[in-house]
């Protein structure tokens, strides 16, 4: 069994924001040599999101919207995780769109459907924070 | 290490639908030979899920109204998405219900509790779509 | 490959509770002598929940009113699931919050963040529910 593990940074000029990461796991993949097996993408922060959906920036806006009326970031002091800080919104938006994917390699890629993109989601951004690839098969 | 690969494929007459695929799930362990491992089931589609709950009926109404309150279908213009499109609301759906299981296999089956079922999760149906089953282990 | 499998049992005394089960988890991967693979921890019954979130007080509140605004408990006679059980809100309520955390185990140790912790959700609890932590590796 062979293992591969990688960190990509982000640092987000704004609080929210998502990013189309698919080419820099599909790099990772292939440094890997990992034929078949399994390739965990997730957040090591509990304020992003490891997710999978369209490439498509309507839907990305209807996702900010959807996002906010579910767990508003404003008024800060509706939420009680914010005395000292004002992101009790972000750990619920990242609850919603999920911390993680686990994705299959097979002949040495990803295997998806048409359609499948990955993306790292900021919601609580402006500093540096990271996603950890990690890839086990043979 | 072994690893096995499968699709599943629907074409539901609804344009929602939940679908237990457990035993196809079943019939992947068994042919692959794995008998201690990982199994990962993921809809190939981005409007479409698969999830672990209940197989009771009442449960999955229950679903339908929920995720028509949380992401309405309608009215189609409220999505900016819906340009080109009439299925923003079937993305969203899928977020909620998320795009993967990760399940345990241990002595050549899957390692559930007693109630735990397979679903596939159709929000955009009356088409050809499918599910991926990877499983690695030995 | 090797494996490693262990059941972590669970009796709240109060319908719903967060438990950190980091420790719990930590000395699983010890155990198991895998220095490099995956893990997967998943709730056994499907009113429960695996997940990864900060460990503070303030937002485990926070998630307590999130989840009843999103999956109210009662009335019980809104839901259909409800007619000879009272828990239809334990299942929605553990769909938001996800059945299952897979994460990367590196150098003998999870692969974490600086906040991580991983927490049982229960959402129906006063009564004996368990946690499956499987893991693969080398």
Redesign the interface.
Known sequence: ?K?Y?KELWFNTATRRLLINITPDVQRCVSESGIK???C?V?????TASV????D????H???EV?LEK??PEKPYSQ?????YEDN?DA??KR??????????I?NGKL??????QIFYGEFDGKRKK?V?V?I???
Do not use: C
Not at 42 to 46: Q, S
Not at 56 to 59: D, K, N, Q
């Open positions: 069994m293992s593990r078949e097996g399994l965990l997730n957040a090591m922060h509990i997710f999978i959906n369209d498509e920036s309507g839907l806006q209807d996702i959807w579910l767990a939420y009680r995780h914010n005395s009790a750990h619920l609850t919603v769109m999920g911390r993680e994917v686990t994705m299959a097979t295997d998806f459907g048409p359609w499948e990271r950890l990690k086990i098969g043979e």
